[in-house]
Structures are given as C-alpha cells and as structure tokens.
C-alpha cells in the first residue's frame, strides 16, 4: 500500500465559490484524525511512548516482510515472493480498514488495543511461522487441472497466504490506531512510522545474515511482544489530565487484567526463546520438487542475503560436495589436494574448452560466479598466471575461505587468486584491467537472480546476460582475448531457449560495437556429460576467430563424451536453430529466422534484464486452462504464477479490504462521489507501485548487490514519501497554497522526474559504478529523494478533499485507504509483468500517466466538493 497516511490538515483553497469548501474539510480533517479516539475516555498514553510504540511497529512489520520473503524463496521457488509483498500490504491495509468499520476497536482505550493487538500479533507471527514453514506443498501439480492433487495444493497455497496474511494485520490495527488518534501530533507519529520502517530496511539484511531469516522473525514477534508486555504494566493518566496540557500523564494504573499481564509475559517469553534458540527450531519444509535435508542432515547449512546455501555430500566416486541455492542445485565443491597434477579430470572436462581456444596459459583472467571453485581449480591446472575470482553470495565466499578451505585446496590462500565477495558487473566497470578471458560460470542459478528479497520485485532479472555487459566484458579483453558464458538448458535439441537469448544478445552487442559480421566472432558448442549437468559453452571475441583458434576448439571437444559443435566461423557444424542464428550474415535480423519460433528468445537489454522470460503473458492467458510442465519450470511457471498470484491478490484485497465496508453500508451509501474518488485512489495505488518497484529493479544493477537495492531503494522512498505527505499539509495549511495549484506542481515536477529517469539516469549510473559503495548509496538517495518527496503529497490532498465532503468524515477516508490498498496489492504484481513486456522505462511512463489521469480526477474532485459546500450553505 502506498506509504502516505493523511497529513495533519486539509487544504485551503481560495477557489471562488460562495461557500468555503476546504473550511468543511479542515473540520472534517480534524475529525478523522480524531474520529478513532471517540471510545477513549478512560486513559490516555503519553506521546512519547505512543512515538515509540509506532517506531516498534513499523520496524517489526518491515523486517517480518524481508525475511518473509527469504523464507518463501526457499521453501518454494523465487517467484512466490511476490505473496509476501502482496499479502504484508493487505494485511497491514485490512488492519487499517478494521480500526474505522469496527466500533469496538474504535471504542476501546489506546492501551488496550496496544496491549492486546501486540500480543495478539505476536502470537500469529509464532503460529504463523510454524504454518509457512512445516505446511506440505508440492506446486508443480498446481497445473495438473482438475486432479486431486492439484486441489489439494492449491487448498495447502491458501492456506499459507493465510497464515502470512494474517501475521501482518495486528500492525495494521497498530499503526492505524496511532496515527488516527495522533491529532496534532500526527506528523511526529508519522515520522517515527517510517524512520523505524527505514532504520529496518537498513539493517534487515545483516540480521538476516547475523541470526537467519527464522530468527529476525523471531525478534520480530519479540518485538511485538515486548511492546504488548510493556503496555501490560504501563502507567497512565486520565485523558482530561492530558487535554489540559500535561505532556506526561499522571502515575495512575490503568485497568489491566491479570489474563493480560500473564498472557504478555508468556508470549514474549516464547518470542524471546525462539530468537535465542532459532537455530534449534525445525528447518523449513521445503516443496516436494527441491532438496530436502538427508536423514543425517547437511554437513554445513546458512542463510545469506543472497540465497541460502546447504553443502550435501554426492556419493563417493565424485570426490564433491553439492551445494544448493535455496533448495535447487546451484554448484559444488570438489575435493582437492593443492596439487595441481592431481586435477587431470579437467582435461576431460567442457572447463578445459577456454584454455584450449586460447592456446596458452592466460595472463590474467576474471571469473564471474566462482561459486564452490571449480572453476579456480581449473584455471590453476591450465597454469593462469592470475585469477579474479568474483562471488557474490559472501555464504558461499566463506566456504570456499574457510570452513571447506582445507577439501578444496585451500583456493584462497593460493597466490595466483583473489577471491572477492561482490557483484561481477560491479567489479569489472572498476578494474582497469585488460583480461585474457573473462568467464560467466552459471552465475545465475535461479536462487541467485532471486537475490534474497530483491527478488521479490523481479521475476529472475539478471543483468549479467544483457547486451551492455556483453559490450563491457568485450571492452576489458587483451588482443585475442575470450568472454565464455556456460549453463544448462533443460531441452537443448527441441527448446534451445537460453542459446538463443544469448547469441542474440551477443550478436547485439558486438553490433553496438561496430562489428560488421558477428558471426566471425561466436562459437557454441554442447556437453551433455551428467557430471557437469549438461552444459552450453559460448565463446566470444572482440576480434574474429582464426583458424587455428577454431581448430584448436574442434580437436579438444572429443575429450568430452558425450558433446558436440554447435557453431565455429568456417566449420560446417550443427544444423540445429541455435547455430543458424550464430551464422547469419553482416545486417540479417534472427526475427524471419524465428518468425515461428513459439517462445521469446530475442537479445535482452539493462532496461529489460529478463533472460529467463521466455513465453509471452498473451500466450500464457491463451493457454492457461493447458496443463503446464512440472519438470521444465522455464515454460511458462513462472508467468502463470504471476497470473496465479494476481488472482489471490485480487480476490483477497476483495475480501479483506472492501468487504468490511458492509458492516458500515449505511455510512457508505452517503458518501458522495464514490466511483470517482475509488478512481483516484485506485490510481495513486497503482502509479506508485510502478514507480517504487521499477526504481528497485533498475538500481539493483547500480548498488551491485540486489538486497541493498531493496533496502537502499525502500528506505529512501518510505522516509520522502513521509516528509512530503507533511510537507503537503505544511504547504496548504501554513503557507496557504492551493490544492488545486500544488496538483498541477507535483504533476509538472513528477513528468520532469519521469524524463529525468529516461534519459539522466542511465548516464549517471554508467558513468558512476565504478565509485565507491558509499557514493553510489548517497547519489541513490539523491535520485530518489525527489520523487518520495513528490508522490507523499498526493495522498493527503485526496484525503483531505473527501473527508471535507462528508458527514462521516472517517469513513470516506477509511474507503480511500481500502481502495489504494487494493490497487498497491495488485500493483505490486502487475509492475513485474508490465516491465517484463514493456521494460522499465516504459512502465515508468506509464506510472506518469496513471499519476496525470489521478490528476484529472482530483479536479473534478475540488469542484464536486465546492458544489457539494455551497449547497450546504
């Protein structure tokens, strides 16, 4: 949901009418801050601890959603994320909702709902937990319509949004009932809402690192909690003390009941035990389709900010270790002596193809995605003479260091590696280092591209593949130097997919490059050896390939049995699609080639980084009552999840948000205008969440490291989205500017940000990745500062327009809320589908667009309310 509360008071507008509609709102702003606090006539709490109480809040519900979405990556597969972002949204909106439609919360003292709904909320995150942890589910037979199966895992999926759904609710009563009883200090409570949301979102992933993501929801449940438990023995005073000016209530005990003291102290007792004890809590129960824990468990096991990783022990002839990311195969680690003439296998081995193209020892080299080091221990035994080794996962970077150092040769201690933890793309724009070859080793296993909570705005992006960064890896290589780029393909002979997407985008950038014939400037060949898991080598080249080059490649792929040639410049090879594509000539296009190619295969770019999507969303929804494939999850399982999941979000903002306003029909009957208000807010939903989440894919790039991209990006935006919701009430109130006047500011300014992104970030941020990590935070701050600054403002005009409209001021805004929480739940969704057909930057415009028409909207709007004041007077 949008992040804007309401401001401390409406606008007042000079608009010549013969009555002053913005006087009525001003009153009807003053009663909806107060309207909550109408039942609370026996006890007050001090601003003070309410200030803390609403910091607590926020801090617990940001950092239950971060490693919520951890937690769900792993358990299911990365794209169901997206139920954590969706689910925390309703939730915390369905919370607000109930504060309004409720007359018994709105009837009941401030520490009775902080003491209860805390240890309440606490109690659903434990039971919570447990839920979306240990409940059995197997989601590839969701697709097998009308089984017995597919029924009960989609009953078994509910159930889990469910239980994420209703762990964030009592946050939602929390926060709402602080800020709609805050009255004049509204602005200071909405403050400390989001410093503590942005003070999470800037810790959250070291915690996750520090004690897992089980235990920041434990500590999130303390959290919770400890602040039910405090308001269980907290002293207050009586509400006329505090309404005659006493800022600290007299020490007088409110009622609290024995039942409320004792449940607080157990529950946070609980909470406390499983933060302590977490690594002693039953592990996640992954799905049917990943690796579970063999009967003596792993032999080591840790949750990163990347992806988790487990190290299981293959069976003895492979001499290795699997390491999986996030419950699938990821990489391994091979046992090794230090010696180098112990690693003869990788004679045999698709690793050796590079170094025989390149005919002798390399120079220096770059590895991007070292993983478990197979590809170190490679490059020594072909005698590199130094080797950058890049990982971006820092679990992983610690196995290979430390705690498996000795069975892997101890790589890091050798002087011809550097082992860096970080980003490869990052790590090459900053070197000014010439390379003799440049390898991507699979670095984008899916558990990677989810990149821990990144992931949960992006479906699998991944900004390693893309034309630019072939283009730059092209620009750091010597003379004759290679880049190689190996993975898997789950059906090379029928469904080439990922070899097609990459030599399209390959022949792109050396295009861009002013290559005339790209086709002199690509090999492919193929390994279906079971150790390696199958994989495709691309090889690439700034200069053309010689012959002996090509030869040299030709006589070494036999080594590998069983494997093939798919294409070399001047060799009659494989007459398979990918080859044919790699063989077209100086200006011919791949599009007539795969005219009737059924999936999408073309180059991708930065601004649309999605390699792994290859089935349109028009073909999905065409298709959508054909079973799908449970073993090929590239065909289509992912976007039909994204349908799947647009569906419950749909269906449960529905339910959850709108439904309740049955219980106040009467009152919402009489509110005028209310089509064309659920317009404007279904608008500012909408708009800003294509902003927000196409803002955290674009800097994921940028900050180098996914997870800060998120935590970087939100907390920046949570905190200027704040200021600039006061700001609004400030400008309207204290400086008299009308609201009519500000729409058309924040509009003009909001269309120069929009082009602003287009064409000046870009430049800003090719031109700065190689700057430190610090600088790249604060120029990201900066970028984002204007537009949270800007999009806080809409919000509170809305809302003090509608309230002013009305008798039942609290009511129409509570209607506002629901519809802005139901358009940010879809939205939240509907921004990754849009940016994977369209790219950022045309989502962007169409977030300016959405924002232009709320715009229209608002007009109608004022003059609607200046009808409806004039007849009154």
Known sequence: MQVDKFSEGPATDT???????????ADAGESVANAAAEGQTDETVSMRWQLWAIFIVSAAGLLLEVSYTRIVSYKLWYYYTYLV???ALLGIGTGATFVV??????????????????????????????????????TAVLWDYGSRDSFANFGALLIICVALFITFVSIGVLIATLLGRGGKSLSKLYFADLVGAGLAAAVVVYLISWITPPGVIALSALLLAGLGAAAAYLKVGSQQESAAGSDTPAPTLGQVSTTERVA?????????AMLVFNSSLPDVKVEKHKISPPAEGFDASDWGPVFRVDVDPLPQEYNSKLLSHDGSWGSALHEWDGNTENLTEFEND???????????????????????????????????EQIEAVELNPVTVDLVSEQFADYTGNLAENQAVNLTQGDGRTFLARSAEDFDLIWFVAPDSYAANNAASAGAFVLSESYLYTAQMIEESLGHLSEDGLVVAQFGEVDFANKPNRALRYVNTAREALEEMGVDDPSQ???????????????????????PFTPDEVNRLVEVIPNVEPAELIYAPGIESSDSLVAQVAALGPGTSSETLLADYPYEVGAITDDGPFFWHFTPFTDVISEINQPASAVDLED????????????????????????????????WKQLPAKGLSAVYFAALGLGFMLFEITMIQRFTQYLGYPTYSLTVTLATILVFTGIGAWLSGWLTNNKGVRPAKLMAVLLGVLAVLTVAYRFGVPALTENTLDAPFWMRVALTVIVLAPLGLCLGMFMPLGLSTVAGMSDHADEYVAWGWAINGAFSVVGSVLTT??????????????ALLVYVAAGGVFVVLRKRARALSASAA
């Open 15 to 25: 608009d010549d009418s013969s009555a002053d509609p913005d006087q009525s709102a």
């Open 350 to 384: 698709p690793r050796a193809w590079p170094f025989a193209v390149l005919g002798e020892p390399a120079r220096r080299e770059l590895i991007i995605g070292s993983a478990g080091g197979n590809e170190i221990q490679t490059s020594l035994f072909f005698e590199t």
């Open 636 to 667: 289509s399982i992912g976007e039909r999840v994204l349908l799947l999941l647009l569906g419950i979000a749909a269906f449960f903002a529905a339910l959850f948000l709108l439904l309740p306003f049955v219980m106040i029909r009467k009152e």
């Open 101 to 138: 439609v409720s007359p018994r919360i709105r009837g009941a003292a401030t520490r009775t709902i902080l003491g209860w709904t805390s240890i309440l909320g606490a109690l659903s995150v434990v039971i919570g937990y447990a839920v979306v942890s240990q409940w059995p589910i197997d």
């Open 521 to 543: 400037h690509i090999a492919v060949a193929r390994s279906s050896d079971p150790l390696s898991g199958g994989l495709s080598t691309f090889i690439v080249k700034r200069t």
């Open 85 to 87: 972002i969706g689910l």
């Open 264 to 272: 607080a102290v157990a529950v946070a007792a609980v909470c406390l």
């Open 833 to 846: 589908m849009l940016s994977m057909s369209f790219g950022f930057r045309t989502v962007q415009f169409m």
